[in-house]
């Protein structure tokens, strides 16, 4: 009997080495005539040591890493495909801190299965969300959704089930289901983990959907930036269609729903819902004016859900354990867990899904392990490039909607940049503004040419041009922006630059603020 060997397909893993790796331990276990299988998983989220080689022992799966190709040697020297004691041996994969305190509920399967095939993917739970969502019937299936107090996971955090249920309700004989995977926001890389990892869960969620609502097509929108991504979610939907999962008359149901994937071409806009419609529509991305909501007018003008990868991730898990088993999870509004992204000046960088409620200097500096480069926490900045910077007096804030937006900030996709005492915050405040002036679509004033002035202000203040002025009319175009503009390219736009004039005056020019870190 053959021993299996993990070594992961994901686009970090890859960056990394993983295909060399893969490729010297298939030619030497040939050389030696050992009887092994590769099986290319997706990552375990545990980016400082990949690509992480896992052997699948009686016991469980023994991991070592990072691995390099001219590791790979040695460890067959040391009898690894037996577990063999190695420098890199790092133990059961399950017992590493950063994974053992995970709540893996959206990426329970991710790094544990083999993502193209389907028999691992039932084999591992797979297809009873939907099994159990055909035989409740489309009204239960949103009643589920809705008790789960499942939002969305990707910028307002709106209820999912009000939603499905506008949509369901909506009088119209074709219906659209579309995720947003245009996964653009610094820091974040959960979605790409997903669609690599698990493709097969995300298929699975767009299909309760469509069956919850009477959808029969569905879109899934990436960003050009991830072939591999493109790659798996399209080998998965094939392999989906070959198994009656997906097209006409699903499991002999008598429902029917198939999806394909559309490719993005980077603009940051179009992961803005109606921008990203435009898109897929064919159309240079462009935000729309709502009402109408997508829910009413969408895709090609029909009732529309649009949910983001995580969002739908977490559907096969809640119709097959209950919208009540999700609802234990979390705190306040926000309920279920959270695929939390650690990254920047960062020590353990990577992906941790835990419930909502978890402080952020936890995340930061007990499961982050603190700065990679030694120095002292700075600023983190939460929820992509559009994300207030929280300074590190506010690092008792739990992780939660309403918690984050009581301080101005934002969760966003989850995504976590940590920056240490080297950051200049006057620089990232202009940044944001750059970063505006050029991903706008240009629909409206306040983003298209507020961005451009808040460039120029930002200029004259780190020039000491007229200070105090500068910073009041600053203040004053972020209003305008943070109100007037019509989506929330513009409208989070003044969410770094407050904040960092909030909590780093003394980059500015002005009297430092005295701030103690948190305990």
Not at 52 to 58: D, G
Not at 388 to 414: N, T, W
Request: proline share 5%; glycine share 14%; net charge negative.
């Amino acid at each position: 009997m053959s021993t299996r060997i993990f070594i992961p397909r994901d686009a970090g893993s890859l960056a990394l080495g993983a295909d060399e790796v893969a490729k010297a331990v298939a030619k030497r276990a040939q050389k030696d005539g050992i009887d092994i299988e590769i099986v290319r998983n997706g990552s375990r989220g545990m980016f400082w040591l990949e690509p992480l080689v896992e052997v699948e022992t009686p016991e469980g799966r023994i991991g070592y890493g990072p691995v390099q190709e001219s590791d790979v040697d040695s460890l067959f020297e040391a009898n690894f495909f037996e577990a063999g004691d190695h420098p890199l041996k790092l133990g059961l994969v399950e017992e590493i801190p950063f994974f053992k305190r995970q709540t893996r509920l959206t990426f329970a399967r991710v790094g544990i299965t083999d993502p193209r095939s389907i028999e691992d993917y039932k084999a591992h739970g797979g297809y009873v969300g939907l099994k159990k969502a055909i035989e409740m019937g489309q009204e239960a299936i949103i009643e589920e959704i809705t008790t789960s107090g499942l939002r969305g996971r990707g910028g307002a955090g709106f209820p999912t089930g009000i939603k499905w249920n506008t949509v369901y309700q909506a009088q119209s004989p074709e219906k659209y289901i579309v995720c947003n995977a245009d996964e653009g926001d610094s820091g974040t890389f959960a979605d790409r983990m997903l669609m690599e990892g698990d493709p097969l869960m995300l298929i699975e969620g767009m299909t309760i959907a469509g069956i919850a609502v009477g959808a029969t097509y569905g879109y899934v929108y990436i960003r050009s930036e991830y072939p591999h991504a493109v790659e798996a979610m399209n080998a998965a939907i094939e392999a989906a269609r070959e198994a009656g999962t997906l097209g006409d008359n699903i499991l002999g149901s008598g429902f029917s729903y198939d999806m394909e994937v559309r490719v993005g071409a980077g603009a940051y806009v179009c992961g803005e819902e109606t921008s990203l419609l435009d898109s897929v529509e064919g159309k240079r991305g462009e935000v729309r004016a709502k009402p109408p909501l997508p829910a009413h007018v969408g895709l090609f003008g029909k009732p529309t859900i649009i949910n983001n990868v995580l969002s739908l991730s977490a559907v096969p898990h809640i119709i097959a354990d209950g919208g009540s088993h999700y609802q234990e999870f979390g705190v306040g509004r926000s309920r279920g867990t959270m695929p939390i992204q650690l990254a920047g000046n960062i020590k353990h960088g990577g992906l941790y899904e835990t419930a909502f409620g978890i402080t952020l200097g936890e995340l930061v500096n007990d499961i982050g392990g603190g700065t990679r480069s030694g120095k002292e926490v700075r600023a983190v900045q939460v929820g992509g490039p559009l994300g207030a910077y929280l300074h590190p007096s506010q690092f008792q804030l739990p992780f939660g909607y309403e918690e984050f937006s009581a301080e101005d900030a934002l969760i966003g996709h989850g995504g976590i940049v940590v920056f240490d005492e080297t950051v200049d915050m006057a620089k990232m405040a202009r940044f944001a503004m750059e970063f505006c002036a050029v991903e706008s679509c240009g629909k409206c004033t306040p983003c298209r040419i507020g961005s451009s002035r808040g460039v120029e202000l930002l200029d004259k203040i780190m020039a000491g041009e007229n200070r105090q002025a500068n910073l009041a009319v600053l203040e004053d175009l972020c209003d305008t922006m943070k109100f007037g503009s019509l989506c929330a390219l513009g409208g989070f736009t003044p969410y770094p630059v407050m904040s960092a004039l909030t909590h780093f005056p003394e980059d500015f020019g002005a009297e430092p603020k005295r701030l103690e870190a948190a305990e």
